[in-house]
């Protein structure tokens, strides 16, 4: 399986982030790609496809934004990282005042997700690893590629950031394999946080459908999306599909799930699978709650690698730092079989 990175995505180093009423250091640090570049080889390089590929996904007014955030922070007298602290969350209306506070708080839905001045560059890499990840499984037709995608990105929306993410690469890769013919396209998600940013673009479209295996959103971040409930609206009504599970979930309570999951994309007639994957369901992982172990993994990855159809393999959560290289390596090596 062909592996892709970029070291300009180690620019995006913000140093802290506001969790439970206190300042942490930044858990989505540069540290977790390094651990992962440590377990694995061979990694090839990452081609730049423009920002037309990105601007199919984000709105434009949001993207503008990201490039001169950090920037218009320094302008305004600001030390360190920008960090939003209001945020509209009635009548959200696209206003512009000039200002990057009200800029911040209009375009994220945090105040866990900096802009550092590596940022943008950090992101616009990421989205670049993945389109040329799936640049090489269009061109080969083998049957998976793995893009180590940093920063993350299924918590980002149209026009907004949040929960470490800022382009949606499995959104943006989505609608690049719809551009090249590989449709129709399913993005499934096994982060252990619900991709709320991935359904929230697609929720209203017949042409890619989106399921999530996550953490319960009654007791997990992001909180206010995820639940069972949610299964699209208008067109895209029933191509949204949510399995949440409940806190301490392990290997054996996990596979009902994944098989639901893949059961209803092979019945939608997906014919490329589109995968955010995170490492965050390990047991040893310090912010989530799920009980997955190593093997489990390679079993899940054997059971994707069965739906018979190519698998781009796109960088999520995991924050285990010490486990996450031998967990992404184990889960790869199902792939591979």
Partial sequence: MRRFFDDRQLAHAPVRELHNG?????????ERPRAIL????????????????????????????????????????????????????VRRRPLSFGRVDADLG????????????????????????????????????????FALCRPP??????????????LNNAAIAARAAQARGL????????????????????????????????????TDYPFYWGHADERGEGAGEGTTLNIPL??????????????RALAAIADWGARCLVLSFGAD???????????????DYRAIAGRLRGLGIPVLILMEGGYAV????????????????
């Fill in 153 to 166: 990105g299924h918590h980002a929306g149209r026009d907004y950031m949040g929960g470490y993410c800022y």
């Fill in 22 to 30: 206190e300042w942490t250091a930044y858990a989505e640090n540069a």
């Fill in 38 to 89: 440590a377990a694995l080889s061979g990694w090839e390089a990452v081609r730049d496809f423009g920002m037309a590929p990105i601007a199919a996904v984000h709105d434009a007014g949001y993207l503008a934004f990201l490039q001169r955030a950090h920037d218009e922070w320094r302008a305004a007298g600001r030390n360190g990282d920008a960090i939003g602290y209001t945020f509209p969350v």
């Fill in 281 to 295: 369901t390990h047991s040893s992982d310090p912010i989530s709650f799920f009980r997955l172990e190593r093997d």
């Fill in 183 to 218: 449709g129709p396209v399913a993005v499934l998600d096994i982060d252990y946080h619900h991709g709320n940013g991935t359904q929230d673009i697609f929720y209203a479209d017949a042409g890619v459908f989106f399921a999530s295996i996550h953490a319960d959103p009654a």
């Fill in 106 to 145: 209009a375009y994220s839905f945090d105040a866990a997700t900096p802009i550092a001045e590596g940022t943008w560059e950090g992101a616009y890499w990421s989205a670049q690893t993945a389109l040329s990840a799936l640049d090489h499984l269009a061109g080969t037709g083998e049957a998976s590629a």
């Fill in 246 to 259: 409940p806190r301490g979930t392990d290997g054996a309570a996990y596979a009902p799930a994944l098989d």
């Fill in 322 to 337: 010490g486990d996450l290289g031998g967990n992404v390596a184990a889960f790869l090596a199902g792939f591979e079989g």
